[in-house]
């Protein structure tokens, strides 16, 4: 596969643009692979890459029932950032953020990664003290974050409204290094990255059914047929619990629908990602001018992709009394996608019942920040059989064992 580069680009502009190759192919699956990925998402597409990139297993085929990129990792906001609290989820989630940083490099994809820094608003004296521990503990995990007061909060952000009429701002937690994504750019990137690499992404095809004999994966059934594995890796976000029942097996994991608009672009108004999470809202503008917008889950178990409406109304709410001037805005687009939410509020990467089958999932509302770590860490897990260092707390034993990784304030109401 040819590179992109910039000759590339001033080659093409002299032919008419005819000379693009199809960025990744469409082939039939085989009868069988050393590995198969289930979900074509951020997390299954970067599992792939790096079992190639890390591992040299290349006999891999990544299987998606819809389009890739079509799930959550095509729905998201975006926000990358690595604050949280506890150790294990500082590690993965710093590791991806750093991924990120070269990940253009890495895929030969331009995936507009914007480290333009997050502030999570700090607007209760409790919210204060949170956000003061969380800046303690990443400077003990070597995570660059600073708890700033509402004057710096301000000159960060000169629309914001420090006095708003249920909560003032008190300061923030601040990461200078976290940021925005093309998230579409992710799943193409890896998905050609993938496809060069000679692994075989066959979308329209959904996983229907799992064959195991003696404990063991034996073969995938699909909408295109068998297919025949030793490896399996299920990443499939929201749809876990049904590939789980497939196997034989429950997950500790909840699906919800969370939502997100988007506003007709304006002109640059803001530079900087702003979680308002006392208020529950959050927002930041898009290059093409729009304000991407966000809140919370809805607060009942659902499959409909699409989000209720007393939750744009409180999100809505939200922002415009932290941001007064948006009021008048009109808003484009709104969507919804399936989340897969765990009860610590932390991923599951790990094996599983059934030997040879693996998961990856409950990233619930912030596993977009968590895809190239995630996939390096699957990828560790698949190929050796055993977690990796980065992996080896998110098992599905510690809900057995009492061993949780809560990342509730981190996690539950922020993106
Ligand atoms: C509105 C919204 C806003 C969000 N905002 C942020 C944010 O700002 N920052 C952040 O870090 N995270 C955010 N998230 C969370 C983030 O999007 C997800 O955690 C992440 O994208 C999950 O990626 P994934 O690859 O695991 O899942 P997905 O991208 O959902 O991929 C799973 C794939 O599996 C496929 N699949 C399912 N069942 C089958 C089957 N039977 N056979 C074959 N394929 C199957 C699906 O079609 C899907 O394409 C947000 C999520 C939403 C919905």
């Known amino acids: ?36 990925v289930v979900g074509a998402g951020g997390h299954g597409l970067a599992t792939a ?47 991806s ?38 800046a303690h503990a990443n400077a003990l995990q070597g995570v660059e974050t600073t708890f700033i007061g509402p004057q710096k909060v301000k000159e960060l952000v000169p629309i914001i409204n420090l006095e708003g009429p249920r909560y003032p701002v008190l300061g923030g937690l601040w990461q200078p ?14 998905a050609r990255a993938c496809s060069a690499m000679g692994m075989d992404i066959i979308q329209n095809c959904a996983v229907t059914g799992i064959e195991t004999e003696g404990g063991q994966v034996k073969a995938v059934n699909t ?24 196997a034989g097996f429950r997950l500790p994991i909840e699906s919800v629908a969370l939502q997100a608009l988007v506003s007709e672009p304006i002109k640059p108004c803001m530079d900087v990602v702003v979680m308002a999470n006392t208020v529950h809202g959050y927002m930041s503008q898009s290059d093409k001018g729009e304000m991407v917008i966000g809140g919370g889950t809805d607060h009942y178990n659902n499959y409909t992709q699409r989000g209720s409406f007393h939750h744009i109304e409180e999100t809505v709410r939200a922002l415009v009394e932290t941001f007064p001037m948006i009021s008048r805005l009109k808003m484009l687009r709104q969507w919804g996608g399936i989340v897969d ?32 770590g995630s996939g390096w860490a699957m990828a560790e897990l698949v190929a050796k059989g055993e977690p990796g260092p980065l992996a080896a707390d998110f098992g599905i034993e510690r809900f057995r064992e009492g061993r949780f990784i809560d990342e509730s304030v981190a996690a539950g109401v922020a993106h």
């Open 1 to 36: 596969m040819r590179r992109y580069s910039a000759f590339a680009i001033a080659r093409e502009g002299l032919r008419y643009h005819q000379g693009w190759e199809r960025a990744w192919a469409s082939p039939e699956p085989k009868k069988r692979y050393d590995a198969i």
């Open 49 to 95: 890459f790096y079992l190639g990139k890390n591992h040299g297993i290349t006999n891999v085929a990544v299987i998606e029932k819809g389009w890739l990129g079509g799930g959550n990792t095509g729905r998201n906001t975006t926000i990358i950032r690595s604050n949280y609290l506890q150790d294990p989820s500082a590690a993965i989630y710093e590791k």
């Open 97 to 134: 953020r750093s991924l990120y940083e070269t990940m253009s490099q890495d895929v030969n994809m331009n995936v507009m990664f914007s480290p333009r820094g997050v502030i999570m608003l700090a607007q209760t004296h409790h919210e204060v003290r949170g956000y003061q521990r969380t």
């Open 177 to 190: 290094r976290g940021g925005t994504a093309r998230h579409d750019a992710v799943a193409w990137g890896y």
């Open 223 to 246: 909408t295109k047929g068998r297919i025949e594995t030793g490896k399996l890796a299920l990443v499939v976000a929201g749809h876990s619990s049904d590939l789980a029942q497939m």
């Open 341 to 372: 939410m765990t009860g610590d509020r932390s991923p599951l990467i790990s094996k599983t019942p059934v030997g040879g089958i693996f998961v990856n999932c409950g990233w619930g509302t912030g596993g977009f920040k968590a895809i190239p």
